[in-house]
């Protein structure tokens, strides 16, 4: 029975997998190859004494940390407008909806300028939050606002069909049993939400560290304190340094490809718990 | 007869053919920087209709423009430009690096084979209300200096060495004295634009800061665009000449057997015509005749050059602003060792 045949749904599964194998490795793992290929012009040593200049662990710092905060709050908010654009009937929701994918489709220089006009001090923002003495464009805060804007809507998309399948029976059920709304939330729709949920913070996450283009407007972009690792790349390009330039992409890769690894493994744990004893 | 008028008719329209088809269409591409835009557009159409009446040919010149950094590393990496006009020699000098053309280069032309000039200038606010004068009040309590980024702005690296060659030229100027005034000068600086343009954007339409560094031809440029009445013009006693240089891409023009119209098009950059157009454009023209027409647009200013003070690009790119170089040294972020 070992040679027992299986039936696909579709047929010609060598043919797909030669494809997709041959595709990936020409869009990503090919770059990606050249990239390593070239960073390796520096060695080990050269890649050491580039980590431990202050000025990348402190653009690395701001990098990945404010991807990470940025992340988090989108996970928050756009879980709130995911439920509130599923859940409810309202007059300009299909409106509120298309202006989720705004972000997407805006140019980044585009989204940078707006957010810097806005936040600057002497934009509509940017004015109020002065009187208040907190400065938002040309801070890390601002890094954090551009970044908490270009990966928004990964949140609320990923979310969106799984709370549009989620079975209202389930919480009504629970209702029923005397749980509290809270736990309702807590122990009936977050363990369902919960994998979506990692994966839309996952590309958020993996968007805003990358992002350069709206980030450079709003950052002020000063060494040590506003200077994301994309532009440190920048720099190194500028100065025809090519091996630099592309350690620092693959340090850059190499903390991405951790961190989503790790969410991935909180992903497949979030699903077990999703799925009662079974 | 009739045989023979045919016959005449025939080798007529046989030679007038043969004329149509020797009017041949002849690509240049430009690889220019950003601000050049509206120059190279008035600059190509008075090239094409000159050589049309010379030569009968036509030539479409297409053009490229981004950082002048970038631009030079789609050229090193291949892309097939006739000739590049950018914003330091520096670029340049890293294409012919590369071999693609020879590194003579800024030989090959007049006036260090920049047709156009430049210099540092400050853009204040209307009425100057920080009475800003020379270099010293850029680094008075409570003054906000705008400036991009030297480590990704060509155009910062101008205002950099303009600073600097202050300090220097100063009585009793030094190395050290320049390093003290360039760092501290820095310390004024609230934000760093990875461009010029961008720099521009924060110091006019953000409104932060009371000065911007600027090239002569940006200043006035954003003056006439944005409105005489927002923006002042300070020139300070002493400044440095940037010098744009042009270049023939030798392997490229090889290829591409246009060498004839491609030298012949930078040639052209020289010439009174062209000369005007560029000084309409707020750069300062080389020949004394078209700078006179202009003279109330551009005003006397002491000028230093790359080659007076700092030798050349190479020396002060290796010197200033490579990493761990005097900028990164002295720049903000840095903590430079007394």
Partial sequence: ?278 | MKVKALLVLLVLSAMLAVGVASARTITLLNVSYDPTRELYQDLNRAFVAQWKAQHGDNVVIRMSHGGSGTQARSVADGLPASVVTLALAYDIDAIADRGLLAKNWQQRLPDNASPYTSTIVFLVRKGNPKQIRDWPDLIRPGVQVITPNPKTSGGARWNFLAAWGYALQQPGGSEARARTFVHALFQHVPVLDTGARGATNTFAQRGIGDVLLAWESEALLAQSKLGKDRFDIVVPSVSILAEPPVAVVDANVAKAGNRAVAEAYLEFLYTPRAQDIAARHFYRPRLAQVTQKHAGQFPVVETFTIAQLFGDWRKAQAKFFADGGVFDQIGPGSQPAR
């Fill in chain 1, 1 to 278: 029975m070992a040679l027992a045949k299986h039936h696909r749904v579709l047929p010609g599964f060598g043919l797909s997998l030669g494809y997709t194998l041959a595709f990936l490795g020409l869009i990503v793992l090919l770059p990606l190859a050249a990239l390593a290929w070239k960073a390796s012009g520096i060695g080990v040593a050269g890649l050491l004494d580039l980590l431990a200049a202050p000025r990348t662990q402190a653009a690395l710092k701001l990098s990945f940390g404010g991807a990470l905060a940025a992340s988090l709050i989108n996970a928050v908010f756009g879980l709130l407008v995911a439920w509130v654009l599923v859940r409810y009937r309202f007059p300009g929701r299909r409106l509120l909806d298309a202006l989720v994918d705004l972000p997407f489709a805006l140019p980044t220089a585009v989204a940078g300028i707006a957010l810097t006009a806005l936040y600057a001090p002497n934009g509509w923002l940017g004015g109020a939050f002065d009187a208040l003495g907190v400065r938002i464009a040309y801070t890390q805060l601002g890094v954090g606002v551009a970044m908490v804007f270009v990966g928004f809507p990964f949140v609320v998309r990923t979310l969106q069909p799984v709370l549009e399948s989620l079975d209202r029976e389930m919480e009504e059920a629970a209702e029923s049993l005397g749980a509290r709304r809270s736990q309702i939330f807590a122990r009936v729709i977050l363990p369902v939400l919960l994998p979506a949920l990692l994966t839309g913070f996952a590309l958020a996450l993996a968007r805003a560290v990358g992002e350069y283009g709206s980030v450079i407007f709003i950052a002020g972009n000063m060494p040590m304190r506003t200077e994301i690792t994309p532009l440190l790349i920048v720099q190194k390009l500028e100065q025809f340094d090519y091996p630099r330039a592309a350690a620092l992409g693959v340090v850059m890769l190499g903390f991405s490809f951790v961190m989503l690894v790790a969410l991935s493994l909180l992903q497949r744990w979030s699903r077990r718990w999703a799925e009662p004893s079974s």
